[in-house]
Protein backbone atom coordinates (compact mmCIF):
# COMPACT_ATOMS: atom_id res chain seq x y z
CA UNK A 1 0.00 0.00 0.00
CA UNK A 2 2.74 2.37 0.98
CA UNK A 3 4.15 1.69 -2.68
CA UNK A 4 1.69 2.44 -4.16
CA UNK A 5 0.32 5.76 -2.31
CA UNK A 6 3.50 7.13 -0.87
CA UNK A 7 2.21 10.42 -1.09
CA UNK A 8 -0.84 9.74 0.82
CA UNK A 9 0.97 6.95 3.70
CA UNK A 10 4.54 7.86 3.89
CA UNK A 11 5.87 10.54 6.01
CA UNK A 12 8.09 13.23 4.37
CA UNK A 13 10.20 13.30 8.08
CA UNK A 14 10.96 9.40 7.76
CA UNK A 15 11.58 8.59 4.57
CA UNK A 16 15.63 10.00 4.72
CA UNK A 17 16.06 7.34 6.77
CA UNK A 18 15.25 4.26 4.98
CA UNK A 19 16.30 3.26 1.56
CA UNK A 20 13.69 2.30 -1.44
CA UNK A 21 16.08 -0.85 -2.40
CA UNK A 22 15.65 -2.19 1.26
CA UNK A 23 12.12 -1.93 1.99
CA UNK A 24 11.19 -3.94 -1.61
CA UNK A 25 13.56 -6.66 -0.07
CA UNK A 26 12.36 -6.48 3.16
CA UNK A 27 8.99 -6.46 1.74
CA UNK A 28 9.65 -9.81 -0.36
CA UNK A 29 11.15 -11.46 2.97
CA UNK A 30 7.85 -10.53 4.78
CA UNK A 31 5.35 -12.03 2.36
CA UNK A 32 7.61 -14.98 1.73
CA UNK A 33 7.88 -15.58 5.78
CA UNK A 34 4.16 -15.10 6.03
CA UNK A 35 3.30 -17.47 3.81
CA UNK A 36 5.68 -19.87 5.72
CA UNK A 37 5.00 -19.34 8.85
CA UNK A 38 1.20 -18.94 8.62
CA UNK A 39 1.79 -22.62 7.01
CA UNK A 40 3.45 -23.95 10.31
CA UNK A 41 0.79 -22.20 12.70
CA UNK A 42 -1.86 -24.00 10.57
CA UNK A 43 -0.77 -26.98 11.12
CA UNK A 44 0.45 -26.67 15.22
CA UNK A 45 -2.29 -24.40 16.25
CA UNK A 46 -5.56 -25.74 16.66
CA UNK A 47 -7.67 -21.66 16.25
CA UNK A 48 -6.12 -21.43 12.58
CA UNK A 49 -7.60 -17.67 12.05
CA UNK A 50 -4.41 -15.84 12.60
CA UNK A 51 -2.50 -18.32 10.26
CA UNK A 52 -5.13 -18.08 7.38
CA UNK A 53 -5.52 -14.41 8.19
CA UNK A 54 -1.72 -14.16 7.47
CA UNK A 55 -1.52 -16.65 4.46
CA UNK A 56 -4.38 -14.70 2.61
CA UNK A 57 -3.01 -11.08 2.88
CA UNK A 58 0.54 -12.60 1.89
CA UNK A 59 -1.37 -13.65 -1.48
CA UNK A 60 -3.21 -10.40 -1.52
CA UNK A 61 0.65 -8.17 -1.53
CA UNK A 62 2.10 -10.53 -4.01
CA UNK A 63 -1.31 -10.34 -6.31
CA UNK A 64 -1.35 -6.25 -5.90
CA UNK A 65 2.42 -6.40 -7.24
CA UNK A 66 4.36 -7.36 -4.07
CA UNK A 67 7.74 -5.74 -3.84
CA UNK A 68 7.75 -5.06 -7.39
CA UNK A 69 5.09 -2.16 -7.44
CA UNK A 70 6.27 1.22 -9.28
CA UNK A 71 6.27 4.63 -6.75
CA UNK A 72 3.43 6.63 -8.29
CA UNK A 73 4.26 9.61 -5.93
CA UNK A 74 5.70 12.71 -7.99
CA UNK A 75 4.47 14.84 -4.66
CA UNK A 76 6.02 13.72 -1.72
CA UNK A 77 4.95 16.75 0.29
CA UNK A 78 2.02 17.97 2.61
CA UNK A 79 0.16 16.15 5.43
CA UNK A 80 0.23 12.21 5.22
CA UNK A 81 -0.55 9.80 7.72
CA UNK A 82 2.61 7.97 8.43
CA UNK A 83 2.36 3.89 7.87
CA UNK A 84 5.76 3.68 6.96
CA UNK A 85 6.77 4.61 10.38
CA UNK A 86 3.91 2.50 12.09
CA UNK A 87 4.29 -0.53 10.11
CA UNK A 88 8.72 -0.37 10.53
CA UNK A 89 8.21 0.49 14.39
CA UNK A 90 6.32 -2.17 14.81
CA UNK A 91 7.93 -4.99 12.99
CA UNK A 92 11.74 -3.86 14.93
CA UNK A 93 9.82 -4.12 18.31
CA UNK A 94 8.13 -7.22 17.65
CA UNK A 95 11.39 -8.83 16.54
CA UNK A 96 13.32 -7.81 19.41
CA UNK A 97 10.71 -8.32 22.08
CA UNK A 98 8.08 -10.97 21.21
CA UNK A 99 11.14 -14.10 20.95
CA UNK A 100 11.55 -12.80 24.64
CA UNK A 101 8.40 -12.64 25.99
CA UNK A 102 8.21 -16.94 24.52
CA UNK A 103 11.66 -17.87 25.09
CA UNK A 104 11.65 -16.66 29.10
CA UNK A 105 8.01 -15.34 29.75
CA UNK A 106 6.95 -14.23 33.53
CA UNK A 107 3.67 -15.33 32.72
CA UNK A 108 4.08 -18.63 30.28
CA UNK A 109 0.07 -18.84 30.29
CA UNK A 110 -0.77 -15.53 28.84
CA UNK A 111 0.47 -16.04 25.30
CA UNK A 112 1.66 -13.17 22.32
CA UNK A 113 -2.09 -13.16 21.15
CA UNK A 114 -3.48 -12.74 24.87
CA UNK A 115 -6.72 -11.23 25.29
CA UNK A 116 -6.54 -7.65 24.52
CA UNK A 117 -3.95 -7.66 21.73
CA UNK A 118 -5.38 -6.55 18.63
CA UNK A 119 -7.03 -2.96 20.74
CA UNK A 120 -3.38 -2.33 21.83
CA UNK A 121 -2.40 -2.80 18.04
CA UNK A 122 -4.81 -0.15 17.39
CA UNK A 123 -3.64 2.14 20.17
CA UNK A 124 -0.23 1.44 18.79
CA UNK A 125 -1.46 2.66 15.30
CA UNK A 126 -2.90 5.35 16.65
CA UNK A 127 0.10 6.97 18.02
CA UNK A 128 2.40 6.07 14.64
CA UNK A 129 -0.16 6.91 11.67
CA UNK A 130 -0.96 10.86 12.75
CA UNK A 131 2.84 11.50 13.11
CA UNK A 132 2.56 15.06 11.81
CA UNK A 133 -0.34 15.75 14.40
CA UNK A 134 1.41 14.54 16.98
CA UNK A 135 4.12 16.50 16.54
CA UNK A 136 2.74 19.34 15.70
CA UNK A 137 0.90 19.32 19.23
CA UNK A 138 4.15 18.16 21.10
CA UNK A 139 6.88 20.31 19.65
CA UNK A 140 5.47 23.63 18.72
CA UNK A 141 4.81 24.12 22.18
CA UNK A 142 8.21 22.99 23.81
CA UNK A 143 10.01 24.74 20.61
CA UNK A 144 8.10 28.22 21.36
CA UNK A 145 9.10 27.57 25.20
CA UNK A 146 12.64 27.40 24.49
CA UNK A 147 12.16 30.93 22.68
CA UNK A 148 11.50 32.55 25.74
CA UNK A 149 12.43 30.25 28.22
CA UNK A 150 15.88 29.00 27.00
CA UNK A 151 19.02 29.60 28.60
CA UNK A 152 22.20 30.20 25.57
CA UNK A 153 24.95 30.23 28.61
CA UNK A 154 23.02 26.75 29.67
CA UNK A 155 23.27 25.01 25.85
CA UNK A 156 26.87 26.17 25.63
CA UNK A 157 28.10 24.85 29.17
CA UNK A 158 26.24 21.54 28.27
CA UNK A 159 27.44 21.20 25.19
CA UNK A 160 31.13 21.22 26.32
CA UNK A 161 30.14 18.00 28.48
CA UNK A 162 31.30 14.49 27.05
CA UNK A 163 28.54 13.09 25.14
CA UNK A 164 27.81 10.33 27.71
CA UNK A 165 27.67 12.53 30.36
CA UNK A 166 25.22 14.84 28.28
CA UNK A 167 23.13 12.11 27.55
CA UNK A 168 23.05 10.67 31.10
CA UNK A 169 21.88 14.09 32.02
CA UNK A 170 19.61 14.51 29.31
CA UNK A 171 17.58 11.13 30.83
CA UNK A 172 18.04 12.71 34.22
CA UNK A 173 16.07 15.90 33.57
CA UNK A 174 13.33 13.81 31.29
CA UNK A 175 12.64 11.21 33.84
CA UNK A 176 12.16 13.81 36.78
CA UNK A 177 9.79 15.50 34.38
CA UNK A 178 8.28 12.42 33.55
CA UNK A 179 7.78 12.30 37.48
CA UNK A 180 5.63 14.85 37.98
CA UNK A 181 3.52 14.93 35.00
CA UNK A 182 3.39 11.09 35.85
CA UNK A 183 1.92 12.29 39.78
CA UNK A 184 -0.66 14.57 38.56
CA UNK A 185 -1.87 12.23 35.98
CA UNK A 186 -2.72 10.12 39.12
CA UNK A 187 -3.43 12.62 41.36
CA UNK A 188 -5.56 14.92 39.58
CA UNK A 189 -8.96 13.54 38.90
CA UNK A 190 -9.54 14.99 35.11
CA UNK A 191 -6.70 13.78 34.30
CA UNK A 192 -6.67 10.56 35.68
CA UNK A 193 -9.71 9.70 33.17
CA UNK A 194 -7.14 9.66 30.39
CA UNK A 195 -4.16 7.73 32.32
CA UNK A 196 -6.42 5.22 33.56
CA UNK A 197 -6.36 4.08 29.69
CA UNK A 198 -2.87 3.26 30.31
CA UNK A 199 -3.71 1.23 33.71
CA UNK A 200 -6.48 -0.58 32.05
CA UNK A 201 -4.12 -3.13 30.60
CA UNK A 202 -5.37 -6.40 32.84
CA UNK A 203 -1.93 -7.77 31.16
CA UNK A 204 1.15 -6.83 30.20
CA UNK A 205 3.34 -7.26 27.59
CA UNK A 206 5.74 -5.43 25.04
CA UNK A 207 2.37 -3.81 23.01
CA UNK A 208 0.72 -3.09 26.42
CA UNK A 209 2.19 -0.42 27.01
CA UNK A 210 1.13 1.43 23.66
CA UNK A 211 -2.39 1.88 25.29
CA UNK A 212 -2.40 5.25 26.08
CA UNK A 213 -4.60 8.08 25.50
CA UNK A 214 -3.49 10.86 22.77
CA UNK A 215 -4.10 13.45 25.70
CA UNK A 216 -2.09 11.63 28.26
CA UNK A 217 1.03 10.87 25.27
CA UNK A 218 0.64 14.60 24.12
CA UNK A 219 1.24 15.95 27.94
CA UNK A 220 3.61 13.56 28.80
CA UNK A 221 5.73 13.79 25.73
CA UNK A 222 5.23 17.87 25.36
CA UNK A 223 6.46 18.06 29.47
CA UNK A 224 9.36 15.46 28.51
CA UNK A 225 10.11 17.85 25.16
CA UNK A 226 10.12 21.84 26.92
CA UNK A 227 12.84 20.78 29.40
CA UNK A 228 14.99 18.95 27.07
CA UNK A 229 15.04 21.72 24.64
CA UNK A 230 16.06 24.45 27.08
CA UNK A 231 19.76 23.23 27.35
CA UNK A 232 20.30 20.35 24.78
CA UNK A 233 20.79 19.57 21.01
CA UNK A 234 18.75 18.19 19.13
CA UNK A 235 20.61 15.09 18.13
CA UNK A 236 20.54 14.17 21.60
CA UNK A 237 17.19 14.76 21.99
CA UNK A 238 16.69 12.43 18.99
CA UNK A 239 19.06 9.93 21.05
CA UNK A 240 17.11 10.06 24.25
CA UNK A 241 13.53 9.45 22.21
CA UNK A 242 14.96 6.42 21.06
CA UNK A 243 16.16 5.39 24.09
CA UNK A 244 12.99 5.86 25.86
CA UNK A 245 11.04 4.09 23.18
CA UNK A 246 12.90 0.78 23.41
CA UNK A 247 13.32 1.63 27.71
CA UNK A 248 9.69 2.05 27.93
CA UNK A 249 8.39 -0.63 26.14
CA UNK A 250 11.17 -3.04 27.58
CA UNK A 251 9.88 -2.28 31.45
CA UNK A 252 5.85 -3.32 30.03
CA UNK A 253 7.24 -7.09 28.99
CA UNK A 254 6.19 -9.83 30.30
CA UNK A 255 9.79 -11.30 30.77
CA UNK A 256 11.38 -13.25 33.28
CA UNK A 257 14.95 -12.96 33.56
CA UNK A 258 16.34 -10.47 35.64
CA UNK A 259 19.45 -8.60 36.33
CA UNK A 260 19.40 -7.75 40.43
CA UNK A 261 21.84 -5.95 40.38
CA UNK A 262 20.76 -3.50 37.92
CA UNK A 263 17.37 -3.42 39.19
CA UNK A 264 19.26 -0.24 41.67
CA UNK A 265 19.89 1.63 39.27
CA UNK A 266 17.78 1.26 36.25
CA UNK A 267 13.68 0.86 36.22
CA UNK A 268 13.09 -2.78 34.87
CA UNK A 269 10.25 -4.98 34.16
CA UNK A 270 9.32 -6.33 37.63
CA UNK A 271 9.67 -2.45 38.70
CA UNK A 272 7.11 -1.65 36.62
CA UNK A 273 4.90 -4.19 36.64
CA UNK A 274 4.45 -2.95 40.22
CA UNK A 275 3.35 0.36 38.92
CA UNK A 276 -0.20 -1.40 36.88
CA UNK A 277 -0.92 -4.12 39.54
CA UNK A 278 -4.23 -3.39 40.97
CA UNK A 279 -2.89 -4.61 44.40
CA UNK A 280 -3.50 -1.65 46.71
CA UNK A 281 -0.47 -1.88 48.49
CA UNK A 282 1.09 -0.21 45.09
CA UNK A 283 -1.14 1.48 43.78
CA UNK A 284 0.24 5.33 42.84
CA UNK A 285 3.83 3.55 43.45
CA UNK A 286 6.94 3.69 41.21
CA UNK A 287 6.31 7.05 39.21
CA UNK A 288 9.77 7.22 37.48
CA UNK A 289 10.45 5.89 34.38
CA UNK A 290 13.87 5.07 33.96
CA UNK A 291 15.56 5.13 37.78
CA UNK A 292 14.46 3.98 41.10
CA UNK A 293 15.97 6.27 43.09
CA UNK A 294 13.73 9.46 42.03
CA UNK A 295 10.70 7.23 43.52
CA UNK A 296 12.92 6.77 46.95
CA UNK A 297 13.77 10.62 47.04
CA UNK A 298 10.30 11.29 46.72
CA UNK A 299 8.44 8.36 49.09
CA UNK A 300 6.83 6.76 45.93
CA UNK A 301 8.82 3.52 45.40
CA UNK A 302 7.67 0.09 46.56
CA UNK A 303 9.87 -3.02 45.16
CA UNK A 304 8.96 -6.23 47.12
CA UNK A 305 10.66 -9.66 46.04
CA UNK A 306 7.66 -10.92 43.93
CA UNK A 307 5.98 -10.24 40.69
CA UNK A 308 2.20 -9.02 41.28
CA UNK A 309 -0.53 -10.98 40.69
CA UNK A 310 -3.47 -8.59 39.32
CA UNK A 311 -3.16 -5.95 36.65
CA UNK A 312 -5.65 -3.51 35.74
CA UNK A 313 -8.12 -1.03 37.55
CA UNK A 314 -8.94 -1.06 40.79
CA UNK A 315 -12.81 -0.47 41.79
CA UNK A 316 -13.47 1.54 38.25
CA UNK A 317 -14.94 0.27 35.14
CA UNK A 318 -14.42 2.08 31.54
CA UNK A 319 -15.14 1.94 28.28
CA UNK A 320 -13.98 -1.70 26.79
CA UNK A 321 -13.54 -0.44 23.05
CA UNK A 322 -10.82 1.78 21.36
CA UNK A 323 -13.72 4.58 20.06
CA UNK A 324 -15.42 5.02 23.53
CA UNK A 325 -12.38 4.92 25.77
CA UNK A 326 -10.97 7.88 23.38
CA UNK A 327 -14.03 9.88 23.74
CA UNK A 328 -15.16 8.97 27.43
CA UNK A 329 -12.58 10.78 29.34
CA UNK A 330 -13.65 13.48 28.16
CA UNK A 331 -17.15 13.74 29.99
CA UNK A 332 -16.73 11.26 32.70
CA UNK A 333 -16.41 6.96 33.40
CA UNK A 334 -18.46 5.28 35.53
CA UNK A 335 -17.11 3.40 39.09
CA UNK A 336 -17.91 -0.09 39.72
CA UNK A 337 -20.67 -0.01 42.98
Known amino acids: MCLHFPQFLTSAEFRPFYSLHAIRLLIQFLIVAAVAFGAISSLLRKKKTLALTGMLLAIAATAWGGSSVRVNGSQLNGMTIGMDWFLLDLLLMALIYVPLERLWPQYPEQGTFRKGWTQDVVYFMSTHLPIQILSFLVLLPATQA ?192
Open 146 to 337: TKYLGVPALQQLIARIPWLLQFFLAVVVADVAEYFIHLALHKVPFLWRFHAIHHSSKALDWIAGSRSHFVDDTLVRGFILAPLMLGFSQSLILAYLIFVTIHATWTHCNFSLNAKWLEKFLVMPRYHHWHHTSQKESIDRNFAIHFPWIDKLFGTYYFPEEWPENYGLAGEEISPNFLGQTIEPFIGKKKTP
